[in-house]
């Protein structure tokens, strides 16, 4: 919950409405009978009952409209936000650690590049389908030590759950414990019933990892993929076989 003063309008009117957009001041709309058909600006959170707007809604609402990322869960030893682009230098530090990127994509090779991409990533993902990807929060000293979460993924009916940490973060049961809390929140608020992970057949950690979450193994599959193209300073799309594991809650 944010610590700062949380001040979100509530109305029915559409004129109303269209003035807290133009004056940027975080709003909720009320659809009724009244206003039924009318039109409201875009991007508007709407809700048909008034009772649904509690504490929690609201300050999602704030946080959108102020540029500041969801708070998505929280366990004995993390926290997990959202992403945003004052966490990229970090995420280079745990991208660059020995052998985290060998079985996952890297970031793009220039920072710039990747603040560009968070930026749409926020926008577009967050903005529209309100999950993805989501960094790993060490209560104990604040510092991001990686990513987990939840995204779509086309011909697969679920979401796909991904994650990763820093080297130095790995064999100490966060990623099993951030991984519980994401797959909890997917059930919980998200309302999904089915997981996917996709994991290389000599990722053992992995492979473990799914087996302590309950997913079972399906088969194979064939995904397209980055890989870093340092000839061509950037990044090449490859396709890797995966195993796929599914998780039914």
């Known amino acids: 919950m944010s610590t700062e003063k949380i001040?979100?309008?509530i109305t029915d009117s559409p004129i109303q409405a269209a003035d807290y957009a133009k004056q940027n001041i975080p709003y909720i709309v009320v659809l009724n009978e009244k206003n039924k058909g009318q039109r409201f600006p875009n991007g508007a959170y709407c809700v048909e009952n008034a009772e649904d707007i509690d504490?929690?809604?609201?300050d999602r609402v704030?946080?959108?409209?102020?540029?500041?990322?969801?708070?998505?869960?929280e366990t004995t030893r993390l926290r997990i936000r959202e992403i945003t682009v004052d966490d990229i230098p970090r995420l280079?530090?745990?991208?660059?650690?020995?052998g985290?990127?060998?079985?996952?994509?890297p970031l793009f090779p220039e920072p710039q590049q990747e603040v560009e991409y968070t930026k749409a990533y926020i926008e577009n993902v967050y903005h529209f389908y309100g999950y993805g990807m989501w960094?790993?929060?060490?209560?104990?000293s604040g510092a991001v030590i990686g990513r987990v979460g939840l995204e779509y993924k086309e011909g697969f009916d679920g979401l796909e759950l991904g994650f990763m940490l820093g080297a130095e973060y790995q064999h100490r049961g966060y990623a099993y414990e951030?991984?519980?809390?994401?797959?909890?929140?997917?059930?919980?608020?998200?309302?999904?019933?089915?997981?996917?992970?996709?994991?290389?057949?000599?990722?053992?950690?992995?492979?473990?990892?799914?087996?302590?979450?309950?997913?079972?193994?399906?088969?194979?599959?064939?995904?397209?993929?980055?890989?870093t193209d340092e000839k061509n300073?950037?990044?090449?799309?490859?396709?890797?076989?995966?195993?796929?594991?599914?998780?039914?809650a």
């Open 135 to 140: 960094v790993i929060v060490q209560k104990e």
């Open 92 to 98: 280079y530090e745990l991208y660059g650690g020995e």
């Open 100 to 105: 985290v990127t060998k079985y996952m994509e």
């Open 233 to 248: 300073f950037g990044n090449k799309i490859i396709e890797r076989e995966l195993v796929c594991y599914v998780c039914e």
């Open 178 to 227: 951030a991984c519980k809390a994401v797959l909890s929140y997917g059930v919980s608020v998200l309302g999904v019933t089915r997981f996917f992970a996709f994991v290389n057949e000599e990722n053992t950690a992995s492979i473990r990892l799914c087996g302590r979450l309950g997913f079972i193994r399906t088969g194979n599959v064939r995904l397209p993929g980055l890989q």
């Open 62 to 73: 704030y946080r959108r409209f102020r540029g500041l990322p969801w708070e998505i869960a």
């Open 55 to 58: 504490d929690a809604y609201k």
């Open 7 to 9: 001040d979100v309008k």
